[in-house]
């Protein structure tokens, strides 16, 4: 384990469900971020949070909403999602201030059918 | 526009061969350049980290090397092992603390005994 854990690992859902996926770190970092990874594609982040506020949207649709209520715990809460959201997703953390530490969780893999 | 560009899309190779990984990257500001290497299903692992000031760097088995004149850098993985089949990313970042990663696409090795 890298000291990010994502759950679920792997989670089927229709397009009119609500679901959320949980990531969580002990590592002491005060920025955690949400990747989305689609295959044949880099990494897109999706959302920065440091310190437990929110420092960057890149123009991510509302049908994905995060939430940090502590500076450990890390959520994206998923309703009415389209099928081209399939993909891996991914939590990091970070010390925030240095390029050492920088870890990823093993992400969910998520399908919409 | 930042971009960071690598090379071989894929590679094969036997079993104890070297490989050398190519990336080319138009990032700037420039702060530092990661290599992580991603098993299937799995999230990013990091394997060295590269300063402005650093042009090589090892971890076991993978060298990896910087020239930021030419911005390029190539990761290197001597004697070959099946357990180096995995997607090997290169990440520059354009701050120290990499809340601005940009990613390349990743070179898949498939390492056959």
């Known amino acids: 384990e890298t000291g990010v854990t994502q759950t679920p690992r792997h989670l089927v859902m229709g397009m009119t469900n609500k679901k959320s996926l949980k990531c969580e770190q002990h590592?002491?970092?005060?920025?955690m971020y949400w990747y989305k990874q689609s295959a044949k594609k880099p990494l897109e982040l999706m959302f920065v949070y440091s310190l437990e506020e929110r420092v960057e949207n890149n123009s991510v649709p509302s049908r994905f909403s995060p939430e940090c209520p502590n500076s450990s715990h890390l959520f994206l809460h998923l309703h009415t999602l389209q099928p081209e959201d399939s993909a891996l997703y991914l939590c990091?953390?970070?010390?925030?201030?240095?390029?050492?530490?920088?870890?990823f969780g093993s992400g969910t893999r998520l399908t919409v059918v | 526009k930042n971009q960071v560009e690598q090379s071989p899309q894929s590679l094969i190779i036997l079993e104890g061969k070297n490989c050398t990984l190519q990336?080319?990257?138009?990032?700037?500001?420039?702060?530092?350049l990661r290599w992580y290497k991603q098993d299937t299903g799995r999230g990013p692992v990091s394997l060295t980290i590269m300063t402005f000031s650093e042009n090589t760097k090892s971890n076991g088995r993978y060298t990896a090397t910087l020239d930021a004149d030419t911005k390029q850098s190539s990761l290197h993985i001597t004697a070959s092992q099946l357990s180096d089949s995995a997607s090997y990313i290169c990440?520059?970042?354009?701050?120290?603390?990499?809340?601005?990663?940009?990613f390349g696409k990743g070179t898949t090795l498939s390492v056959s005994s």
């Open positions: 990091a953390s970070s010390p925030r201030t240095a390029p050492y530490g920088y870890t």
């Open positions: 590592l002491g970092h005060n920025a």
């Open positions: 990336c080319n990257y138009t990032v700037s500001p420039f702060s530092n």
């Open positions: 990440v520059v970042s354009a701050d120290p603390a990499g809340t601005a990663l940009i």
